[in-house]
């Protein structure tokens, strides 16, 4: 089991992994805008997130003669998508603060751009201003950033662990129940 987990975290996690430097490097190439799209963001880890159905049903299919109960189905699944989170926070630590430290004034810029497009009034951006030095302040504590990064991407891994436990479920058949006959 331990292997299988390692083998389809691993791939999931260096594949979160391109993604994010890719996405980070799209929302570089246009500074003035810092596009970024948020729900092809989440739509590629969900998609990314699909290999826990490949790690669990492999599970099921090559070690598990054919069964595998919700609990344990789960837990590969939890277990893969953690793995994959986990490299997904460790490389964006790295990026963040290495080669992109000024992510947060990009992104504040963004965010500010965003809400004037959107007719945010005057009172609105301070309001918005204020939240981003807020978060751009609790940035500054390394531990809350892995805490950030983990809760961008792990959670989505969990739901499609527990859809993946879910639809994968094989129990063992119950077994033929036997009927007295009267002679």
Known sequence: MKRNIWIF????GAILV???IYA?????????KFESN????YIGFILIFSLIFVGVKNYRDKYSNGLV??????????????????????????DYY?????????????????AKQDGATAAEL????EEMADFKEMYK????????????????????????????????????SATLTHA
């Open 9 to 12: 975290g691993s791939i999931a």
């Open 18 to 20: 391109a993604f994010m």
């Open 24 to 32: 980070t490097a799209t929302c570089y190439a246009n500074p003035e």
């Open 38 to 41: 948020d729900v092809v963001g």
């Open 69 to 94: 109960s919700f609990g344990r189905a789960f837990k590969i699944g939890a277990f893969i998508a953690l793995i994959a989170s986990s490299m997904y926070t460790l490389a964006w630590i790295i």
């Open 98 to 114: 290495l080669f992109i430290p000024d992510f947060l004034d990009q992104y504040t810029k963004h965010v500010l751009w965003d």
């Open 126 to 129: 301070a309001k918005k201003t």
């Open 141 to 176: 504590n390394p531990l809350l950033v892995v805490i950030i990064t983990y809760m961008e991407v792990l959670p989505i891994g969990l739901i499609v662990a527990l859809i993946a436990a879910l639809i994968l479920k094989k129990k063992r058949p119950a077994a033929p």
